[in-house]
């Protein structure tokens, strides 16, 4: 009888607990509907569109996208947004540290304001903001004679100073959280062992850094190889990328009935972003717990 009462009463917990659960479940679902259409539609669209090769399904149009003028594009993406990803983790890191290390509250809200607000800037504003700077008939190309130096600014390094400017405050937001997580301890414990700055940095700090770091290095190598509408307003077709190739599939500047192609160079990059945030998600993941041990 007791065995039977207990039930009862234990039934009409449970079954408010579930009714109590419910709205946290309805409350996910517009965002679920929200994410199937905006990603999952476009997705499915470039997938099909992909390995739609004249009326029926095969690899024809993922075959090209590797070949020729498209590859050539492909590894241009890649060895831009490489090149771009490491001197803006490099430049990054010690700008970072200067700001965490300051003991001046203003100077770090006001850093990282601004990073937040550059990490942003791009498009056709910031390409002009450089063509009038250091374009070939810029103010500081003309007044520093850099056109006679070999100097110019439609060129692989000529994006890769471009991409600088976001990605530089990039990192800065990006590697901040984790300086500000190295313990003072782990310092002043290496100094009192007779261990140097530099050693501590090196066998200490980027050892614990190299996550973050990593991470970080990843999330720029991204940014750069999704950038479009800067390289497209600045360079045009002189440096070849891909998302440059994929525009002029679409629009068929080049060659008429090429979409399917535009779409296969999409899926390659897309295929390239999931690599890129396979390796960023664990690193993330690893640095956290480390620094918030």
Same mark, same amino acid.
């Given at each position: 009888?007791?065995?039977?009462?207990?039930?009862?009463?234990?039934?009409?917990?449970?079954?408010?607990?579930?009714?109590?659960?419910?709205?946290?479940?309805?409350?996910?679902?517009?965002?679920?509907?929200?994410?199937?259409?905006?990603?999952?539609?476009?997705?499915?669209?470039?997938v099909?569109?992909a390995?739609?090769?004249?009326?029926?399904?095969?690899?024809?149009?993922?075959?090209?996208?590797?070949?020729?003028?498209?590859?050539?594009?492909l590894? =241009?993406? *890649?060895? !831009?947004?490489?090149? &771009?990803? /490491?001197?803006? $983790?490099?430049?990054?890191?010690?700008?970072?540290? +200067? #700001?965490?290390?300051?003991?001046?509250?203003?100077?770090?809200?006001?850093v990282l304001?601004?990073?937040?607000?550059?990490?942003?800037?791009?498009?056709?504003?910031?390409?002009?903001a450089?063509?009038?700077?250091?374009?070939?008939?810029?103010?500081?190309?003309?007044?520093?004679?850099?056109?006679?130096?070999?100097?110019?600014?439609?060129?692989?390094w000529?994006l890769?100073?471009?991409?600088?400017?976001?990605?530089?405050?990039?990192?800065?937001?990006?590697?901040?959280?984790?300086?500000?997580?190295?313990?003072?301890?782990w310092?002043?414990?290496?100094l009192?062992?007779?261990?140097?700055?530099?050693?501590?940095?090196?066998?200490?700090?980027?050892?614990?850094?190299?996550?973050?770091?990593?991470? =970080?290095? *990843?999330? !720029?190598?991204?940014? &750069?190889? /999704?950038?479009? $509408?800067?390289?497209?307003?600045?360079?045009?077709? +002189? #440096?070849p990328?891909?998302?440059?190739?994929?525009?002029?599939?679409?629009?068929?500047?080049?060659?008429?009935?090429?979409?399917?192609?535009a779409?296969?160079?999409?899926?390659?990059?897309?295929?390239?972003?999931?690599?890129?945030?396979?390796v960023?998600?664990?690193?993330?993941?690893?640095?956290?717990?480390?620094?918030?041990?």
């Amino acid at each position: 009888m007791t065995a039977a009462l207990t039930r009862a009463d234990v039934a009409p917990v449970a079954s408010a607990k579930r009714r109590r659960r419910a709205p946290g479940w309805l409350a996910v679902v517009p965002l679920l509907v929200f994410v199937a259409i905006a990603f999952g539609l476009p997705a499915l669209a470039i997938v099909n569109g992909a390995f739609s090769v004249q009326g029926h399904y095969g690899t024809q149009n993922l075959t090209d996208s590797l070949q020729g003028p498209y590859l050539t594009a492909l590894l =241009g993406s *890649v060895k !831009l947004s490489a090149t &771009a990803a /490491a001197l803006g $983790a490099l430049f990054g890191l010690p700008l970072a540290q +200067a #700001v965490v290390s300051s003991r001046s509250r203003w100077l770090r809200e006001a850093v990282l304001t601004a990073s937040g607000v550059l990490a942003n800037f791009g498009g056709v504003p910031l390409a002009f903001a450089f063509v009038a700077t250091l374009g070939n008939a810029g103010v500081l190309t003309v007044h520093l004679g850099l056109k006679d130096d070999g100097w110019d600014l439609y060129s692989f390094w000529g994006l890769v100073l471009v991409y600088l400017y976001f990605l530089v405050p990039l990192m800065v937001l990006t590697i901040t959280p984790a300086l500000d997580g190295l313990r003072t301890q782990w310092r002043e414990a290496a100094l009192n062992n007779g261990a140097t700055g530099v050693q501590y940095w090196r066998h200490v700090a980027l050892p614990a850094l190299a996550p973050s770091l990593l991470g =970080g290095l *990843v999330l !720029l190598f991204g940014s &750069a190889f /999704a950038a479009y $509408a800067t390289a497209a307003a600045m360079v045009g077709s +002189a #440096v070849p990328l891909v998302t440059l190739q994929i525009a002029d599939a679409l629009s068929g500047n080049v060659l008429v009935g090429q979409e399917n192609i535009a779409l296969a160079l999409s899926l390659d990059m897309v295929l390239v972003a999931g690599l890129v945030m396979a390796v960023y998600l664990p690193l993330q993941r690893r640095s956290a717990r480390w620094l918030d041990a």
